[in-house]
């Protein structure tokens, strides 16, 4: 199972990254996100609160690079059951494409991805939202 969401915003990938990686500031920008745990850094542990899900996700921040790409990762041990999370900025000239792509594998998948709610509104509200941010004066 796999949500994605893609969106051009009129700003360079530093601006872009920067309100990505500061997680203390989610809350201020992100509908869905009530607070997250932790910094974001490579290798860095952080628990992502939602008001999707009335639990907390904890998750690796298992890539960042370069302004580029981020990956989070979360799930069961073993591969029973793992999501990763990757925002992709891309830059185009003037503009940035910024994209978020969200996997689920592992052989419990097919069990828990009955229980995720749909994402899809969430991710384009997020991808809005963070083109609002990163557009912001």
């Not at 949500?3 to 509908?31: F, G, M, Q, R």
């Not at 990956?71 to 990757?86: D, H, I, S």
């Not at 592992?106 to 609002?132: N, R």
Request: overall charge positive; proline content about 7%; glycine content about 6%.
């Amino acid at each position: 199972m796999q949500y994605k969401t893609a969106i051009t915003i009129n700003a360079a990938p530093s601006a872009i990254w920067k309100v990505l990686t500061k997680s203390e500031a989610y809350p201020d920008w992100e509908p869905n996100t009530t607070k997250i745990d932790g910094r974001i850094a490579e290798g860095a542990k952080i628990t992502l609160h939602t008001k999707l899900s009335s639990r907390p996700f904890p998750l690796k921040v298992t890539k960042l690079k370069d302004e580029r790409c981020m990956v989070w990762t979360g799930g069961m041990p073993l591969g029973l059951f793992k999501g990763e999370r990757t925002f992709s900025l891309t830059p185009n000239g003037e503009t940035t494409e910024f994209s978020m792509i969200e996997e689920f594998s592992g052989l419990l998948s097919f069990l828990i991805t009955k229980t995720i709610p749909d994402l899809t509104e969430s991710f384009k509200q997020f991808a809005e939202a963070l083109k609002k941010q990163a557009e912001a004066p």
